[in-house]
């Protein structure tokens, strides 16, 4: 039998009493306690009672390398021995942001060629909040000051930042959306009555959107903001030319386009980025989560070129007014730089072929009684559970499917996100197995089966 050792036990309690654990229920956290994680290799990690589980979420959808990896920590111990810190202020730098900053431009889709780096993805979509403000102030345009983002999306949970999310408990309790902040629907195929047929989503959406621009004004509208995949809404997979028509009504307006790839970037979809896949090039781009696997905090800013010189020539002499004491942190950019060889040498195409994989083998699940639905792209995945497949019902509230789900999948080894309406995702690191992705979906099943002998479960299963 496992047992904790009195150290965690120690540690349980000193959390209870003194971590505040984000996007949590304070008073079910200190009910639950926290499951304490020890070490880490590769796709798997290992916690306080010496059990070892496949991380088929990747930390928090980040450490898309794998952990361990030795380069990446001689890149940091080296860095901190020549250069531990130094500030981006009064015209200073070091050698290992400016490297990144050219190996990103160099690989980013057209003329995305300016980086301001920040701490992670959150403040990433915060920062260009307040540089698609100044560009049109520079223009002279001050009014566009409106912002649209989609239904179901995620940009962060800044003050700001979470009123472009959308999605309720980001809102609840915090006085926003803002004014200034406005949805579209989202593409979601699963519920869409339009679902079979794709070209009339892309066609609804486009009129939705063309609509909202229509009700604010299009002199007023400043940007639009979407996740080529929506993660934290459900692993929502929009139709392929989706996002391409999205961004040609933009374009259409003079509207900023805004790629939030901050889960899907560095080879989570497949490209590096996903927004290749639809042969755009935004006018921002966010980036975090696998730009340094997760082993440091670092969000980026992708600035085109033109967005760079608005700015630029706004401001004139003057400095523009935006910047964090830790943005561009050499040690952070130095991993990025380690973990950036590390997918060129051979994690992409890994992660590419195993993504296939998954996706086949969570396809297999659809035959399972619970199944409604399973979509993704790459090493980006969900199952969404239902009681009724006809017509789609949710897992029943009394389920209490985030933790439930999330506690099975821990007992059979693996560890998956658990959203709260019944839907198990998925982002595994891209130096998985083909037998730890054959283990994820073995496991994945084992949850299914014991679930559906849930008691909740038998009572409303059609």
């Not at 990896?69 to 890149?75: C, D, F, G, L």
């Not at 980001?170 to 803002?178: I, M």
């Not at 009724?388 to 389920?399: G, R, V």
Request: hydrophobic share 45%.
């Amino acid at each position: 039998m496992l047992t904790h050792p009195p150290l965690a036990n120690s540690l349980v309690e000193l959390d209870r009493r003194h971590l505040v654990h984000p996007v949590s229920s304070f008073r079910g956290h200190e009910a639950r306690g926290v499951r304490i994680l020890t070490s880490a290799n590769g796709a798997t990690v290992t916690d306080a009672e010496g059990r070892q589980l496949i991380d088929g979420f990747a930390g928090l959808w980040c450490v898309n390398a794998g952990y361990g990896h030795e380069s990446v920590i001689e890149a940091a111990t080296r860095q901190m021995r020549e250069l531990p810190y130094a500030t981006g202020y009064f015209d200073l730098g070091a050698e290992a942001p400016i490297r990144l900053a050219a190996a990103l431009a160099e690989r980013a889709p057209g003329d995305l060629n300016h980086v301001y780096f920040t701490l992670g993805g959150s403040d990433a979509v915060d920062s260009t909040i307040r540089f698609i403000r100044y560009y049109w102030h520079a223009l002279g345009q001050p009014g566009r000051d409106q912002f649209i983002s989609v239904a179901s999306g995620y940009h962060g949970s800044t003050s700001m930042g979470a009123g472009l999310t959308a999605l309720p408990l980001f809102h609840d309790g915090f006085g926003v959306p803002h004014s200034w902040q406005h949805k579209i629907a989202s593409h979601d195929l699963y519920r869409n009555p339009l679902a079979s047929e794709p070209q009339a989503v892309i066609a609804a959406s486009v009129a939705e959107l063309r609509a909202k621009i229509a009700e604010i004004g299009a002199e007023r509208v400043a940007a639009f903001y979407v996740e080529p995949i929506q993660g934290s809404g459900g692993v929502l997979v929009p139709p392929p030319g989706w996002i391409k028509a999205m961004h040609a009504v933009c374009r259409e307006f003079g509207i900023l386009f805004v790629a939030d790839e901050v889960i899907t970037g560095f080879g989570r979809t497949g490209p590096l980025f996903a927004c290749e896949d639809e042969d755009i090039v935004p006018d921002l781009m966010t980036v975090a989560k696998g730009l340094t696997s997760g082993y440091l905090p670092m969000g980026a800013v992708l600035m085109s070129d033109h967005v760079y010189e608005v700015i630029a020539d706004g401001a004139g002499a003057k400095a523009v007014g935006h910047g964090f004491t830790y943005s561009a942190h050499p040690v952070s950019a130095a991993v990025a730089l380690e973990v950036l060889s590390l997918y060129e040498g051979g994690i992409f195409d890994n992660g590419r072929a195993m993504g296939e994989r998954l996706q086949a083998g969570l396809r297999s699940l659809s035959d399972h009684p619970l199944v409604g639905d399973v979509r993704g792209r790459g090493m980006l995945a969900a199952v969404e559970l239902v009681t009724d497949k006809t017509a789609k019902t949710p897992l029943p509230a009394a389920l209490n499917a985030a933790t439930r789900l999330f506690d099975r999948a821990w007992e059979q080894g693996l560890v998956v996100r658990s959203f709260a309406q019944g839907v198990l995702g998925y982002a595994p690191p891209l130096c998985c197995t083909a037998d730890e992705i054959d283990a994820i979906v073995a496991r994945t099943r084992k949850v299914l089966d014991l679930t559906l002998e849930d008691p909740e479960i038998r009572a409303v299963l059609r």
